[in-house]
Each structure stands twice: as C-alpha cells, then as structure tokens.
C-alpha cells in the first residue's frame, strides 16, 4: 500500500489528471482531449469501494485520490484494482463544486477520464481518454479535518455508459499535499 500512493500521486501530478482502461475491451472515446492544467492540491484517501462500476463492469478499488487543478477542475480518481492493468484507473472530473455545510462537498460532472496500459503515453504515462459526461459526485468530510467519510459518484457518458462509485474510509486521515498555491474555484457560502 505504501507504494500504491506515491505511484498514484505520481501518476496524478505528472498527467494533472487520472487515467483509465479496461483489461479485455477498451471503451472507444469520440472526445478530444482538454489542455491539461497543473495539480495543485492532492488528497489522499484510505478505504475501500463498496461499488465502483464502470461501463456495466464491476471492479474493486486500491485507493482513492481527490485531484485539484490549478484551473479549477476537480477529479476523483480512482485506481482499479485490476491485476492485468496497473495503470486502469478511472476519474469523475468536473468544475464549479459547491459546499453545502463544512462536512459536505458536490462536484458537477462534465466528463470521465478513463486510462488503461493500452492507452497512448507521454513522457512514459499514460494519457487518459476523455468521455463527455453528466453526473454529480457527493464526498462527506472535509480536508481541513482530514477527515473524509466517504465519496458518492454517478455519471452517464454521451454514449450511455454507467459510472458509479461508492468509496467509504476507513477511518485513517487523509494525506493532504498543497503542490502550490492558487487560487480557490470552490462555491463555499461560509467564507
């Protein structure tokens, strides 16, 4: 586990966004590719999926990361864990969240990152699909506190395939890393 993490933050950092694949059939994408942008927040979360699904598959998680770009665009990712893809890791990505209280967080999601061994590589990782999507995910906690209960994601892609995510701590703080200083992107009615 000890090195799963600094591989994931390493993968996240490098690519400013999460990546996806599927270990027998690749889901074809019919969406160019964002500009990447920098990560400058990183949280970390200790837990498992009580569901994650992806594309009418089932899989279990390793672990999941909380990605901030400099940009404002916010991903979960989440890495598969999938013995025949070390690099199947899929992200709900969106911009624009918005707390509800200090113990609550929504992020509207615009598109699914999706990354497998199979896809192209820069610089020797590989470079996540991108799938328009509609969806929202819903975490509980908060980062300050270091303390996130759990993580709730749904999305469709425009070509009708399914996302769903249900991550719960297990209780271990979260491992916060501020990469750089931005400027905040959250909607948040108590500052």
């Not at 090195?3 to 160019?32: D, H, K």
């Not at 709730?152 to 750089?180: H, K, M, N, Q």
Request: aromatic share 6%.
């Amino acid at each position: 586990m000890r090195l799963r993490r600094p591989v994931l933050a390493a993968t996240l950092i490098a690519l400013a966004s999460p990546c996806f694949g599927e270990s027998s059939l690749p889901i074809p994408v019919n969406n160019p590719p964002a500009p990447n942008a920098f990560v400058d927040l990183l949280a970390l979360m200790s837990g498992h999926c009580k569901t994650l699904k992806v594309a009418g598959r089932t899989f279990a998680c390793k672990t999941v990361a909380y990605a901030h770009g400099d940009g404002g665009r916010v991903n979960f990712a989440v890495a598969v864990d999938d013995p025949t893809d070390e690099n199947h890791v899929v992200s709900f990505s969106g911009e624009n969240g918005k707390r509800a209280d200090d113990n609550s967080y929504e992020l509207p999601i615009d598109r699914m990152l999706l990354n497998s061994k199979d896809r192209p590589k820069v610089d020797g990782l590989p470079v996540p699909a991108e799938q328009t999507s509609t969806g929202i995910c819903r975490q509980t906690g908060n980062f300050a506190a270091r303390k996130v209960t759990d993580v709730t994601c749904s999305a469709t892609d425009s070509e009708g395939r399914r996302y769903e995510l249900l991550f719960v701590s297990d209780g271990t703080p979260v491992s916060v890393r501020r990469i750089r200083q931005s400027a905040p992107s959250i909607q948040d009615p108590f500052k």
